[in-house]
């Protein structure tokens, strides 16, 4: 048995939003500049001396009980919302929403812009993407409708085959317990494999409970159904368990299993901290005047909250991870979007007001790269797809992320960003989909 992660600040739907974030100055300039009536000239000459915006933000599943994983969904409460529209209307960008409720969270064509996807967007077909998760969301279906719908996806649906729901024994109709909180991070979950690879088939698989032994059933189910790529958003603390978990559960060759790195700054989660899955980092993501068109930092809110990294105290170094500073498995591989301040829009209907909403957390940056997975193609037989990223290592198929710290640590680049390999965005995030090619 293991509980949560000892730097996992608890959610609950009824706790008061979270933290407050400080957005980059190039978004709060720009915030700053629309709400003013500025022209767009103006936007870069005045970048660094706007006032910041607050974010809050809450953990979207409750406290887990001793022994269950905490999934990683952090959705916004407040703040967030006239200053990513502000920039959006600086930059010369038409909203993509159809529904003016919507928030203003990144949708897919800004996700596939900002990692080189544009064109490879039109990849995925005949692949299935796996969402493992805990707990059923009796609206999963009809809340993906609504999301694939306002952003001019093709519907994903169980009557097209595109879409399916099970449980962690295969069961259509014998599904867990319903569960608010955990309905948000499977929205979310959802949500971003649409974003990223709307050809894509999904598979949603519930496990009964957020026990690493359901969770793992999960997974196993999963592979056994046929997909290839499996998103994982969730986590706890690392235990002497973990390497039996690995040779039950995650061992799967040719098959890229993705795992969010954790939400709570410098520190080791499970199953993160597996050698045989991609371990998943999180990054503020915003628009900038580089060629890229995009810029991206480690995401930190505080020494308590921010994209999980560092040293697995039990795991094997798997042979294509190369740095010194921990001896055995190093967090993360690769990164993605994850600060609930430059956060993606999703639309969820369970347990609250049906609408849209903004969340962050790794949960988001872990479907994220699963989907980046997926457009790539099937990983070969007996490959370990967590390896073909380091392949591409500094080079154009990667942007390196090479600012920003999520914590203090001893060894500088497990907590901090540089060039090259670290710890809180590993190689780095997707520029097209060569990186996650075997």
Known sequence: MRTTHPRTTPGNRAA??????RMGSAVAATAALVLAGLGTAAHADAATTAPQAKVTWTNACATPAKGRMACKALRVTGGSTAFQRAEAAADGVTPQA??????SGYGPSDLQAAYGLTSAAANGAGETIAIVDAYDDPNAEADL???RSNYGLTAC??????????????????LPSADAGWAEEISLDLDMASAICPNCKILLVEASTPTMANLGTAVNRAVTLGAK??????GGSESAADTSYDSSYFNHPGVAITVSAGDSGYGAEYPAASRYVTSVGGTALSKSSTTRGWTETVWQTSSTEGTGSGCSAYDAKPS??????CAKRTISDVSAVADPATGVSVYDSYGITAGWYTFGGTSASAPI???VYALAGTPSSGSSPA???????????????TSGSNGSCTTSYLCTARAGYDGPTGVGTPQGVSAFTG
């Open 145 to 147: 409708a609504k999301y």
């Open 320 to 325: 294509w991870q190369t740095d010194t500073g």
């Open 16 to 21: 008061a939003p979270g933290r407050w974030h």
């Open 157 to 174: 649906t169980t009557a097209n085959g595109c879409f399916k729901k099970v449980s962690q024994t295969g069961s259509t109709t014998s």
């Open 387 to 401: 390896s073909f990223p380091y392949a591409k290592a500094g080079t154009s198929a990667l942007n390196d992320v």
């Open 98 to 103: 159809v529904d003016a409720s919507a928030p």
């Open 369 to 371: 790269i699963a989907g």
């Open 229 to 234: 790529y499996v998103s994982n958003s969730y």
